[in-house]
């Protein structure tokens, strides 16, 4: 009897007990693209080099319009150059920004420092696949006019 009671509470406390995710790559394969650019942004304006480059298969394209890299060690130069630019600035930009996701394909529209001059607004394409971003593209950058409160 007590064998059975023993076993009934060691049961009821496994199904009580919250289901944690899995970690790891299987867990990262499974992200949805909407899921990668959202987590590619929150790191991004965080300037974690690391955790831009956990997003990115290890053969990713990255294309601007004065720039085109391939493959992570490309990718970890570019993102260096960026951070280490950025830090220079006295103030980081701040962004607004909406993600939306197509099948494979996630956007990015974003807008730079709304409200103050020199508002900048684009939007960034990723195709994902099995939870890397393959593909990165700056779609369009344009300045954002009468956006000066």
């Known amino acids: 009897m007590k064998r059975a009671w023993l076993l009934?509470?060691?049961l009821v406390v496994a199904c009580?007990?919250?289901v944690r995710p899995q970690e790891g790559p299987a867990a990262l394969e499974a992200r949805t693209p909407e899921q990668?650019?959202?987590?590619?942004?929150?790191?991004f304006t965080q300037h974690d080099l690391e955790g831009i480059l956990s997003?990115?298969?290890d053969d990713a394209i990255f294309i601007a319009?004065?720039?085109t890299v391939q493959g992570k060690p490309a990718l970890r130069k570019m993102f260096e150059?960026?951070?280490a630019n950025s830090k220079g600035n006295a103030a980081a930009p701040a962004f607004e920004a909406t993600v939306t996701a197509e099948g494979d394909v996630g956007y990015e529209h974003w807008v730079s420092n709304p409200g103050k001059p020199g508002s900048m607004?684009?939007?960034?394409?990723?195709v994902v696949r099995h939870g890397k971003i393959v593909f990165h593209t700056v779609v369009g950058v344009h300045a954002v006019e009468g956006d000066q409160k």
Request: avoid cysteine.
């Open 81 to 83: 150059s960026f951070i």
């Open 36 to 43: 990668v650019v959202k987590h590619h942004l929150a790191v």
């Open 65 to 67: 319009a004065k720039q």
């Open 16 to 18: 009580a007990s919250p």
């Open 121 to 126: 607004a684009g939007t960034d394409a990723f």
């Open 8 to 10: 009934g509470a060691i």
């Open 55 to 57: 997003d990115y298969a």
